[in-house]
T-cell receptor, first 115, second 113 residues
Framework: KAGVTQTPRYLIKTRGQQVTLSCSPI?????VSWYQQTPGQGLQFLFE???????NKGNFPGRFSGRQFSNSRSEMNVSTLELGDSALYLC??????????????FGPGTRLTVL | AQSVTQPDIHITVSEGASLELRCNYS??????LFWYVQSPGQGLQLLLK??????LVQGIKGFEAEFKRSQSSFNLRKPSVHWSDAAEYFC???????????FGAGTTVTVRA
């Protein structure tokens, strides 16, 4: 069974631009979570989607948004990019989500660099 | 609020030696605890998790962790380290009813020959 895939793997943008990252979960998984990883702040939870609905959200500004499609694939969007948005963005999928008893499987991440 | 502290930023260990990574958590209720490993350029891989029951948890790759409620700790151990264990290790805590995991800052493990 294929793992979680994320595209693109690397991305370079300039300040003020917007970016869309994509995540394809493991087949059969309906929950997708997104995390931001930076050297300064570490791993921080962005949001979780389940059945096309955002079920949980971290403490990030409204510039960060996401969505989930009927096939469980998810995208996250960052508008008006800032230098501080440079990070590794990790996607994780799980069967049902909604609780920590359900194991999350992480993708390799998308490395975003904002110049 | 939940939080995780990993006191050691970097640990160097000789191949074949034992390894122990420390993790302390702060959480108001019964925590769900996890250890993940991240190799360079890779995502996170779950090593083991604790929800309830036996406080000594066995994981993959020969790792184990012990939950000690009185010390609010969930330390990770491996009896004999292999060069392939060089990576960054993250401890995380999550609530029962949602997926909002809180991660520690991570411990980088270097294995010397």
């Amino acid at each position: 069974k294929a793992g979680v895939t994320q595209t693109p793997r690397y991305l370079i943008k300039t300040r003020g631009q917007q970016v869309t990252l994509s995540c394809s979960p493991i087949s059969g998984h309906r929950s997708v979570s997104w995390y931001q990883q930076t050297p300064g702040q570490g791993l921080q939870f962005l949001f979780e989607y389940f059945s096309e609905t955002q079920r949980n959200k971290g403490n990030f500004p409204g510039r960060f948004s996401g969505r989930q499609f009927s096939n469980s694939r998810s995208e996250m969007n960052v508008s008006t990019l800032e230098l501080g948005d440079s990070a590794l963005y990790l996607c994780a999928s799980s069967l049902e989500g909604g609780g920590s008893t359900d194991t999350q499987y992480f993708g390799p991440g998308t490395r975003l660099t904002v110049l | 609020a939940q939080s995780v502290t990993q006191p050691d930023i970097h640990i160097t260990v000789s191949e074949g030696a034992s390894l122990e990574l420390r993790c302390n958590y702060s959480y108001g209720a019964t925590p769900y605890l996890f250890w993940y490993v991240q190799s360079p350029g890779q995502g996170l891989q779950l090593l083991l998790k604790y929800f309830s029951g036996d406080t000594l948890v066995q994981g993959i790759k020969g790792f184990e962790a012990e939950f000690k409620r009185s010390q609010s700790s969930f330390n990770l151990r491996k009896p004999s380290v292999h060069w392939s264990d060089a990576a960054e290790y993250f401890c995380a805590v999550g609530p029962y009813n949602d997926y909002k995991l809180s991660f520690g800052a991570g411990t980088t493990v270097t294995v010397r020959a």
